[in-house]
């Protein structure tokens, strides 16, 4: 059978070392590679239109691997919160991003190789293009210029008695397409619509059964997401505290039209810059950075290029420091666990201001609608009840599994959230 020509405009980016961009290209390809493309298409499609019947099987799934090893509690935590997690994973009680009872540590390290995903995906062949097949399908598929930012992932995490120590290493935006996206991609060509849901042919995911225990994090490469609820509240007026949601744009490479709590973001360093990959591992610090991209609109914090963040100096960083010093907001872990579809490693935490504060910094810049989506709110500035509209976005709105977790948890401790003026710091769990 003869072969076709696949014209497709590709405007992607370039090796995050040396950050040039890769022009269009004329990619050619078979016609069962036509017919694999076009399967990977209906995939994409599945994969957004019925993510939470997929993130639901998947989590079904992941259970019941769980429970057959034996793992009884670890597919207890996980079915409650809907991601994958064991309970040493789940703090007991918020534990404060500063604790010495967290530490992240940078590693050097390469993300582990998983089994390769030829069979969903078309060999698309182009001429000096060292795209993987499937940056090659997603760059197609999106006619959009993507960037290969730094990014890191999960090599580790440790418990050494009420401590977590997690280690991190720097992988990249492209190799989390290949692996966290692809895997999802994975088990929506296994999947059909049916009444009520979906059905999985669990004889092809291939890759996910060859991986094995999710929990075990050297199989896989997961790459590293933060959720946060920001809380605002007046201390001394009780009932007065409000949090936000975001309605994510559907532009976006990822969790596109779902609903996320704000901020949230991949975790990555703010640039290729050699030093910014130690020296932004912190999860405070992307916090700040989502937080000026998602209420602000600052934009330039996330551009390529060798470019250090003055966290000192620049707004709202210097501010959110302040704030923390002070005593009126602080940043707590909730827990981390990993998303049933993606196997992406989402960590959970809270962002508890005061009112007064949080208004002096956010007000005046402050942007409803912007690159990553829309912030609801009632008057141009407020949010949702906290916490008894929680209730109201868990039934009604689209959330991402990470985003549904962080409000459970954050439904669970809020007396301790909003009575505490630091968060309690006695919660890291003992596991099976």
Not at 61 to 83: C, I, V, Y
Not at 92 to 120: C, K, M, N, W
Not at 293 to 300: F, P
Not at 386 to 401: K, N, S, W
Request: aromatic share 8%.
């Amino acid at each position: 059978m003869g072969s076709t020509e696949l014209t497709l405009a590709i405007l992607s980016a370039a090796l995050a070392a040396a950050g040039v961009w890769i022009a269009l290209r004329q990619l050619q390809a078979s016609d069962s590679d036509l017919a694999r493309l076009a399967r990977y298409r209906t995939a994409m499609a599945l994969s957004r239109e019925h993510y939470l019947d997929l993130t639901d099987a998947a989590l079904e799934f992941h259970a019941k691997q769980l429970t057959r090893s034996g793992a009884l509690s670890a597919a207890a935590s996980s079915r409650e919160l809907g991601l994958i997690a064991l309970p040493e994973w789940i703090p007991t009680a918020p534990v404060p991003l500063e604790s010495s009872r967290i530490a992240l540590r940078y590693v050097q390290a390469t993300p582990p190789r998983g089994p390769a995903f030829d069979h969903i995906l078309p060999r698309l062949r182009t001429s000096g293009n060292s795209l993987s097949a499937t940056m090659q399908a997603e760059a197609a598929e999106r006619h959009k210029l993507l960037f290969d930012n730094p990014t890191y992932f999960l090599a580790a995490a440790n418990k050494v008695g009420h401590s977590l120590t997690f280690e991190f290493a720097l992988g990249s935006y492209f190799g989390f397409i290949d692996a966290n996206k692809a895997l999802a991609l994975e088990f929506a060509t296994a999947a059909r619509v049916v009444p009520g849901g979906v059905e999985v042919k669990t004889s092809e995911l291939v890759v996910r059964r060859a991986i094995g225990a999710p929990t075990e994090l050297g199989n896989f490469p997961h790459y590293a997401a933060v959720s946060t609820v920001t809380i605002v509240h007046d201390p001394g007026v009780p009932g007065s505290a409000t949090f936000y949601i975001l309605k994510r744009s559907q532009n976006l490479a990822m969790s596109e039209g779902l609903t996320g709590v704000v901020p949230g973001g991949m975790l990555q360093p703010n640039s290729v810059h050699p030093a910014a990959a130690q020296g932004d591992l912190s999860l405070i610090r992307n916090i700040e950075r989502e937080f000026g991209e998602e209420l602000l609109g600052l934009d330039t914090h996330q551009q390529p290029g060798p470019r250090l963040v003055d966290y000192d100096a620049e707004s709202p960083f210097r501010e959110i420091d302040n704030m923390i010093q002070r005593g009126v907001a602080q940043l707590a872990l909730l827990g981390f666990g990993l998303d049933p579809l993606t196997h992406v490693a989402e960590f959970m935490t809270a962002f508890v201001v005061s009112k007064q504060d949080f208004e002096d910094v956010f007000r005046p810049g402050f942007i409803d609608t912007g690159s990553e989506g829309m912030v609801p709110t009632a008057d141009g500035w407020s949010g949702l009840p906290f916490p008894d509209g929680i209730e109201l976005v868990l039934a009604r709105e689209p959330l991402g599994a990470c985003a549904r977790a962080c409000l459970v948890l954050a439904r669970r401790h809020a007396t301790q959230l909003l009575q505490s003026a630091s968060p309690v710091v006695d919660g890291i769990a003992d596991g099976d």
